[in-house]
């Protein structure tokens, strides 16, 4: 397949972007465009490696996906219209982390870790290049990073993540179909918050994290877990909650069985395990 390099160059390519992010962001946007071997590096987390430090560590959870990059670039997706307010708590969350941060940042490490190369082979690079380049150009490199695909393959929430959230009291911020679907056990309380809409449920962020909060400190911090599946919105939920010195765990798709099917997410957990092989 032919990809046009100029094309993917002069994506993004303004100077709004080149305002925000600085020199080097159109340093790395050249580097990582045109060279097809380029290799990301950081110091990334496998998928049992990032179960491990959460169980070791008992941080919470933020992960990042080409949705948010996407609004760092300016632009709405799906389930958020673009937001400038929003984009600076994403912008805060990234350049405040470091190894005492409350919290684990998990990326989709494969992916920008693959070389251009590999990603087109695979049709993915249109999707990945941009988060190449923003890692590059803002985040900070000295840190651990967790994989951000840990909920999004099959069972791999249920069957390593249990430790998180059984015989806890939870708090989970979603819609009603995803936690009806969720079906959690757990011996203690379980409390539900619902956004009033499934889609740009950042505007929501004052009235709900008051609810969090209102609930939150009626019990030990190390007894209540906070699980969010609510687009944009959970990471900077995820990133007050933690730095009160409560836990939440950013669940994002892994609840999102009941639009996509079970079979889909087989399907998805195949392609990225070949993704892998290749």
Request: charged share 25%.
């Amino acid at each position: 397949m032919i990809i046009d390099k100029s094309k993917l160059f002069f994506k993004n390519f303004n100077s709004t972007n080149i305002r925000k992010f600085g020199v080097k962001f159109l340093f790395f946007k050249f580097i990582i465009t045109y060279f097809d071997f380029y290799r990301v590096r950081g110091n990334f987390l496998n998928l049992k490696m990032t179960f491990d430090y959460l169980k070791e560590t008992n941080k919470s959870i933020i992960r990042l996906g080409d949705g948010e990059i996407s609004l760092l670039f300016g632009k709405s997706i799906i389930w958020q219209k673009y937001d400038y307010f929003l984009e600076q708590d994403l912008i805060k969350l990234i350049k405040n982390y470091d190894k005492n941060s409350p919290y684990l940042l998990c990326l989709p490490t494969d992916f920008i870790q693959a070389t251009n190369k590999k990603l087109k082979k695979t049709n993915r690079l249109d999707i990945w290049l941009p988060f190449k380049i923003m890692y590059m150009s803002i985040f900070p490199k000295n840190n651990i990073y967790g994989n951000g695909l840990l909920f999004r393959l099959m069972d791999y929430f249920s069957i390593n993540l249990k430790f998180a959230y059984e015989d806890k009291n939870i708090i989970f911020v979603a819609n009603e179909e995803v936690i009806e679907f969720a079906d959690l056990k757990t011996s203690k309380k379980f409390i539900k918050i619902i956004p009033k809409t499934q889609r740009n449920s950042y505007f929501e962020k004052d009235e709900i994290m008051n609810q969090i909060y209102n609930n939150m400190i009626q019990f030990e911090k190390t007894d209540v877990v906070i699980l969010l599946s609510c687009g944009p919105l959970a990471k900077v939920l995820a990133y007050e909650i933690s730095n009160l010195g409560y836990r939440a765990l950013d669940l994002g798709f892994m609840f999102e069985m009941p639009y996509i099917g079970r079979k889909k997410k087989e399907i998805f957990t195949e392609k990225y395990i070949d993704f892998l092989k290749e």
